[in-house]
């Protein structure tokens, strides 16, 4: 079975900050890992997605993602936070091109200070 | 503008009253899923879909029946709700492939 955690539920930057916010997962075969953002009282948006080609992804509003095999791990960065990064974020894993069960984690909410 | 609607957006309704709730994707997508959100719990898979007539459970199907006779159509169905299915619902479409899935705007449903 996959599974996905991310660590710290709230996480609190300044205005300008770099944000860090963190993923594991487990998968029994090669996965598929993504990231999605969700801003209040809408649906998830896709922020970026690796599917086994580079280990560092880039995505919109400038995140991005690197792929670590040995740490099991897909943690998202911003080099510089903004205000409107202000959302809640959820990693996501399946299992590869076949797969057809996409397995959440329980979401980080970033808040940004001014 | 390519897109996955659901209706209502919002919902409330007493134990036990059959409903439904719809989801149509227009972009051709082979695949469709339904999910739900509850607050330290985030999104769980409730049914997925294929293709059309193709469909299997996610996480957590209990108390719930999912069709697929059109491929643009998905509508997730309630038999006989309860307090406990009081969340938040997405429906969500992809295409075959690495692509992610395009995810509608949701349906808050109320059971009392």
């Known amino acids: 079975a996959q599974s996905v955690t991310q660590l710290g539920s709230h996480v609190s930057v300044s205005e300008g900050a770099l944000v860090l916010l963190r993923c594991n997962y487990s998968?029994?075969?090669?996965?598929?890992l993504f990231w999605y953002v969700q801003y209040p009282n809408q649906g998830l948006q896709l922020l970026l997605k690796?599917?086994?080609?580079?280990?560092l992804v880039k995505g919109i509003n400038g995140f991005e993602a690197e792929f670590k095999k040995s740490e099991t791990s897909f943690h998202l960065t911003k080099p510089s936070a903004h205000m409107s990064d202000a959302a809640e974020y959820f990693c996501?894993?399946?299992?590869?091109?076949?797969?057809?069960?996409?397995?959440f984690g329980g979401g980080t909410r970033l808040m940004v200070k001014p | 503008e390519a897109q996955v609607t659901q209706n209502p957006r919002y919902l409330i309704t007493v134990t036990g009253k059959k409903l439904t709730v719809t989801c149509s994707q227009n972009?051709?997508?082979?695949?469709m899923s339904w999910y739900r959100q509850d607050p330290g719990l985030g999104l769980r898979q409730i049914y997925y879909?294929?293709?059309?007539?193709?469909?299997d459970k996610g996480d957590v199907p209990e108390g719930y029946k999912v069709s697929r006779k059109e491929k643009r159509n998905f509508p997730l169905i309630l038999e006989s709700p309860s307090p406990n299915q009081t969340s938040l619902y997405f429906c969500?479409?992809?295409?075959?492939?690495?692509?992610?899935?395009?995810f509608g705007s949701g349906t808050r449903l109320t059971v009392v």
């Open positions: 879909s294929m293709n059309v007539e193709v469909t």
């Open positions: 996501a894993v399946r299992k590869g091109i076949g797969g057809n069960m996409l397995t």
């Open positions: 969500a479409s992809r295409p075959g492939g690495t692509y992610g899935y395009t």
């Open positions: 690796y599917t086994s080609a580079a280990t």
């Open positions: 972009m051709n997508h082979e695949y």
């Open positions: 998968s029994s075969v090669p996965p598929y």
